[in-house]
């Protein structure tokens, strides 16, 4: 190698010219010969390793030469390019004293298919050449797996929803490739569908196979999938890497108290036929239990009972401050003004909610409060009208007819109890509403406290304004937070305490919420 420090051609000069030069400072410079310094050889330039099939390999050598008069100092040597190409030798940092060599040897394994390019490279001081390349060929006829896509994100999904994705397998190689196991690993939300084809698997070169990977996000994490997929592929694990992340559409906090005697109002329709003497007694005996279940929740309890076709109450109404409630709601249950309608229990009440509105019951109904009506019979509903259009009257009385609740005490439906298909209409209408039927053969003191439990039931709500993720959800009472005495009732989108909370407590519940999916 032939370095050239400096050169100068004197072309039309003249010594007048060049002594004018010399006297300026300058002087001619002639070509220097000697490959002064650190000068680095690498010798060949291209190793060509030849077509290998799966399981064959192949090692050439290439070699650094100090063809400088000064040390050289070869810092490292580096393969990239792929993992077909590897350097046998370990020691990539030495000092080559002038006209030293060494060789390095580069093996050759196909781990891809068709033409495989790498490049080794040799970094030195020599400080014209310091990164000095040796190409490397090789061609592999070997079978090679391709997944696709590779990686794959499936990017931000609102949780309870989530996507699949289809992933193909292909055969890239020129060699049969056989896949004997597919696995997927993911700490959750990400997972391999049902395999749609047995293993092993062979697909010739250029075919392919495709499987379902689904993304079900359950939190708001990221989530990382792991395919992995073994065949007779050179690399024999081949990966394939998916991501996604779990948002809620939104997160909520709904504010709540615990009511101060919330208002529940109550008619009790009973048919005063002479049949139900001892039933309307066995109602008035039990009637300090009734009460006594209703005010474990609030004493904003109002009563009357109709009996009468005209649906006025019988002795007014009674609530928690009148004077002796249980002797007048006796006396209320046992009185005999009945007439045409004693036994077409959906017409008295129909009239007593009439007369509540505007009439001889006026002021009874009260802005927010529930009405529970509650029919006391042993006989069908005879009403001249349908059971349908008369609670279609009453609930038309109510900006929101689920305000309005029907239950009753009547003949074992549609057996019948001491009449044949006694509770006919009764049954239906209470079905309708969301009240209870009982039996009016059952034990009266049951009775009275499964009628008392439904009468109070909703007074105490803690409806969610969104529909949360259930797992999301946070309650705090006071500020404190509870872990325990509560629950979420997915019909009701509601929060059930399991025990009694103190009037006017306040109520924090935050959560998730979901959304409907496309």
């Known amino acids: 190698m032939t370095r050239t420090v400096f050169a100068l051609a004197l072309v039309g000069t003249t010594l007048a010219a060049f002594t004018a030069c010399s006297e300026q400072g300058f002087s001619p410079k002639v070509e220097n010969d000697v490959n002064t310094g650190q000068i680095i050889e690498v010798t060949p330039a291209r190793l060509d390793f030849g077509t290998l099939s799966d399981g064959e390999e192949e090692t050439k050598f290439f070699q650094v030469k100090n063809i400088g008069t000064d040390e ?48 080794a490279t040799v970094f030195s001081d020599d400080p014209e050449n310091p990164e000095v390349p040796v190409q490397l060929v090789g061609v592999g006829a070997v079978p090679s797996l391709r997944i696709d896509p590779d990686p794959y994100d499936f990017g931000i999904d609102y949780i309870g929803c989530g996507d699949d994705l289809e992933v193909t397998l292909t055969n890239v190689g020129t060699d049969p490739l056989v896949i004997d196991s597919i696995e997927y690993s993911s700490r959750g939300m990400l997972s391999m569908d049902e395999l749609p084809f047995e293993l092993p698997l062979t697909l010739a070169p250029e075919a392919s196979a495709t499987l379902d990977v689904a993304f079900m996000p359950d939190s708001e994490d990221a989530a990382v999938g792991t395919l992995t997929v073994l065949s007779n592929d050179p690399r024999g694990e081949v990966t394939s890497e998916h991501t996604g992340t779990g948002q809620y559409a939104d997160w909520k906090t709904d504010i709540f108290a615990v009511p101060v005697d ?17 039933d309307a007694a066995s109602l008035a005996s039990n009637f300090l239990s009734f ?27 009674i609530e928690s401050t009148t004077p002796n409630y249980q ?9 005999n003004n ?23 019951n006026a002021g009874f109904l009260r802005p927010g409060a529930i009405t529970h009506v509650i029919m006391v019979t042993d006989e069908p509903e005879q009403s001249v009208e349908s059971w349908s259009s008369l609670v279609s009257q009453m609930q038309g009385y109510y900006a929101d007819p689920a305000m309005l609740k029907l239950s009753a005490v009547a003949g ?44 109070i039931e909703g007074l105490v709500e803690f409806e969610l304004s969104a529909t949360p993720d259930p797992s999301s959800i946070t309650v705090f009472v006071d500020g404190v937070q509870w872990l325990i005495d509560w629950h979420y009732d997915a019909t009701l989108n509601q929060i059930v305490f399991d025990t009694e909370l103190s009037e006017g407590a306040a109520i924090e519940v935050n959560y998730g919420v979901l959304v409907t999916c496309d």
Do not use: K
């Open 72 to 119: 050289l100092h070869v810092t490292d040597i580096e393969i990239t390019g792929g993992s077909s190409f590897m350097l046998l030798s370990t020691e990539t940092d030495f000092r080559l004293p002038p006209d030293a060599a060494s060789s390095f040897d580069v093996l050759f394994t196909p781990l891809e298919a068709d033409t495989v390019n790498g490049v």
């Open 262 to 278: 919330p208002p529940v109002d109550i008619i009790f329709a009973v048919d005063r036929s002479c049949s139900m003497d001892d």
């Open 291 to 317: 009460i006594s279940t209703i005010e474990t929740v609030t004493a904003g309890w109002r009563i009357g009972v109709v009996t009468g076709d005209n649906g006025c109450f019988n002795s007014g109404w």
């Open 327 to 335: 002797t007048l709601f006796t006396q209320a249950v046992q009185s």
């Open 338 to 360: 009945w007439n045409r309608y004693t036994e077409s229990l959906l017409t008295l009440a129909r009239n007593a909610i009439q007369a509540a509105v505007s009439g001889c």
């Open 412 to 455: 074992d439906y549609p057996t019948g109890c001491g009449t044949a298909e006694a509770g006919t209409g009764y049954y239906e209408a209470v079905s309708a509403t969301g009240g209870v039927f009982l039996s009016i053969c059952s034990n009266w003191s049951s009775n009275v406290d499964v009628l008392a439990d439904i009468s």
